[in-house]
């Protein structure tokens, strides 16, 4: 029988989504101002450099390969476009 992870809930993606692009993209001052549909990319929170470095992290921290293909700025355009991306991710993944 193979070892499967727990895949995690909703609000636990959402919150270590939040909470990495917080502490790493955004100054202490700006942190309440991200909202789950805030677009991540055409608001500047995120730039080309830092899109590599979050895509590392979701590998990393999540397991998972994110290949090139998925690679569409839609899965990573708000936080809750990262959610549903991940939890699709993770429910093929197993």
Excluded: C, W
Excluded at 15 to 34: G, H, M, Y
């Amino acid at each position: 029988m193979r070892n499967q992870k727990a895949i995690p809930g909703t609000q636990t993606i959402r919150n270590e989504v939040r909470d990495f692009i917080i502490s790493t993209f955004l100054a202490r001052d700006n942190q309440k101002r991200l909202h789950d549909d805030d677009l991540l990319f055409e608001s500047a929170v995120i730039d080309s450099a830092g899109a590599m470095t979050f895509i590392l992290h979701l590998e990393r921290y999540y397991g998972i390969e994110i290949r090139d293909e998925e690679l569409f700025p839609e899965n990573f355009a708000s936080v809750n476009h990262v959610l549903h991306f991940l939890q699709g991710k993770l429910k093929n993944h197993g």
